[in-house]
């Protein structure tokens, strides 16, 4: 006959041949999981950057169950989490996942658009070559130059802020057939908060900061990027600026060779990296459970 | 009335701590009990999905986790929780544990009678995904 022993404990008032499971506190008959480590560590992201991960060695040396939180004070998201959007700076969302190997527990944060980056498209253009307002276009068109100016609206920055870097990001809506390099100069608006175009903005002051640019204009649907980080900082190192406000570009032709330009109607969008980074602390609950096996 | 039970405590603490973390076990408090371990290898063709269906047998729901290795042979086994597409890489071609979906037909969770685990293959080519499920002898409703 079997035997049949073991240490059984139920719950307060429930006899020990309650046949319900839940009954019982604990039992030899059912395995529990078996505490290895409790960790903590954190993940600092530098701002530009979308994604971080770090590892937590258990020196167990097969796949352990395990546990693992993203902790904020006192709460607590359990690992995987997914946090949509809003999140400073424009990040549209950030992920938490883990994975178990033989050696290490490793956390991972990914985050779209990276962290600390602000981007917005134009709210205003103006291209000299058509007279209007309805795109933008810097070059040479079939022989006759070209210029155009962008603008953008609430930008994310505070006065005298340090900024990792900035970039105009022109969409190839439409380009030159011509052969060689775009030769372009961007100048920033010297304003406080340049006001929406109407009509032509190329009269308005210039800032001291130029950026001269010689390039192959990308194949179109791509972006081209013009560095305007000096321009930006000289813009918001106005007395009158203050955040949210307006900047604007002015694009130059500067002798482009015949029919080469860049010409766009819809997309260009300006985006700034902030400086500075960000922790996410986690913990983690190690077991001596295998799970590969 | 007596105040009776077992307890054990870790070491280096007093058996009168009133802490719980300082007991490895107490009688007062009741501790999650695995009632069983399932694993097994879901062959997925390329871009296909498909589920496992365990029948647990416990007639309420039970507390479940889930861990699954979908990059074959990565030796790395993610944990499966709460939002769609966990795990892996679905960007790379990894195969992913599918946890939300548009209506309860498919998706991972579990019920009075089953564990379901779906997973997708976002690759190009048929893979062999392990999984585990760790079903415990406790309520998860």
Request: aromatic content about 12%; hydrophobic content about 35%.
């Amino acid at each position: 006959m079997a035997k049949d022993y073991g240490i059984k404990v139920m719950k307060a008032g429930e006899d020990i041949s309650s046949s319900d499971i839940r009954d019982i506190l604990f039992s030899s008959k059912y395995t529990m999981l078996k505490y290895h480590s409790d960790n903590t560590t954190s993940i600092e992201i530098t701002y530009g950057d979308g994604s971080g991960e770090i590892e937590i060695s258990h020196d167990l040396g097969y796949v352990p169950a395990y546990i693992a939180y993203m902790t904020e004070g006192l709460i607590s998201y359990p690992l995987p989490s997914y946090f949509p959007a809003p999140f400073p700076f424009g990040t549209q969302y950030q992920q938490f996942d883990s994975y178990a190997d033989d050696e290490n527990i490793t956390l991972r944060v990914k985050a779209e658009p990276a962290y600390g980056v602000w981007n917005r498209n134009f709210t205003d253009v103006y291209n000299d070559y058509y007279n209007n307002n309805w795109s933008v276009m810097a070059g040479n068109n079939d022989g006759t130059t070209a210029s155009g100016a962008i603008r953008f609206n609430a930008v994310d920055l505070v006065k005298d802020e340090s900024i990792t870097s900035a970039w105009l990001r022109i969409y190839v809506g439409y380009k030159g057939a011509g052969a060689g390099n775009l030769e372009i100069q961007t100048f920033g608006i010297d304003e406080d908060d340049t006001a929406a175009f109407s009509g032509s903005p190329m009269g308005r002051t210039s800032t001291t900061a130029v950026n001269n640019q010689s390039v192959i204009v990308p194949p179109t649907t791509e972006y081209m990027g013009i560095d305007v980080k000096s321009i930006v900082e000289e813009v918001t190192a106005r007395g009158g600026w203050s955040r949210w406000n307006a900047l604007g570009f002015k694009i130059y032709d500067n002798s482009s060779p015949n029919d080469v330009y860049i010409h766009d109607y819809y997309n260009s969008y300006l985006e700034i990296v902030h400086s500075g980074s960000t922790t996410f602390n986690f913990r983690v609950i190690i077991f001596k459970d295998r799970i590969d096996s | 009335m007596g105040d009776y039970g077992i307890k054990v405590t870790k070491a280096g603490e007093d058996v009168s701590s009133p802490t719980p973390e300082d007991y490895i076990l107490n009688s007062k408090y009741s501790s999650v009990k695995i009632q069983a371990q399932y694993t097994g290898t879901l062959t997925i063709g390329a871009g296909d999905t498909e589920v496992v269906s365990i029948e647990h047998g416990l007639s309420f729901t039970p507390l479940v986790i889930i861990f699954a290795e979908p990059s074959p042979s990565s030796g790395k086994w993610f944990f499966c929780l709460v939002y769609n597409d966990s795990g892996g890489d679905p960007d790379s071609g990894d195969c992913s544990v599918d946890t939300t979906w548009p209506d309860d037909i498919a998706g991972t969770y579990v019920d009075p009678d089953y564990v379901k685990i779906s997973i997708t293959n976002h690759g190009g080519s048929s893979k062999d995904v392990k999984w585990r499920a760790i079903v415990f002898a406790d309520s998860g409703e």
